[in-house]
């Protein structure tokens, strides 16, 4: 008989003696649960003043980390955010500029 864990109870303080045998989750971690965003060493930074919302950095962030409120593009979503820099080079307004991350 297999055992399963939700993948809602796979966080920090889980050890792998509570993880079913094999590794058997049954249900999707989504990003919304797992914070992906604190390995990046890489880091983008919006200068709202500069933004056209022309909205081309939105669809080309692969981990959907540029919100949008109202038409409008907000800052970034740094729980998720990877540091790929894909958005500040599609930026033309120079709204984003993309650097090394202080840790």
């Given at each position: 008989?297999?055992?399963y864990?939700p993948?809602?109870k796979?966080?920090e303080q ?5 993880i079913?045998?094999?590794g058997?989750?049954y249900?999707g971690?989504t ?10 060493t890489?880091?983008?930074a ?36 990877k540091?790929?820099?894909i ?17």
């Amino acid at each position: 008989m297999s055992r399963y864990t939700p993948a809602a109870k796979v966080n920090e303080q889980i050890t792998w003696k509570d993880i079913a045998p094999g590794g058997e989750v049954y249900e999707g971690g989504t990003s919304a649960l797992v914070n992906t965003g604190d390995w990046r060493t890489m880091i983008p930074a919006f200068i709202a003043e500069n933004c056209k919302h022309c909205m081309l950095c939105v669809p080309v962030c692969p981990d959907s980390s540029i919100p949008v409120k109202d038409g409008k593009r907000l800052d970034f979503d740094f729980m998720h955010c990877k540091g790929c820099g894909i958005c500040w080079k599609v930026c033309r307004f120079e709204a984003i500029t993309f650097g090394k991350e202080a840790k």
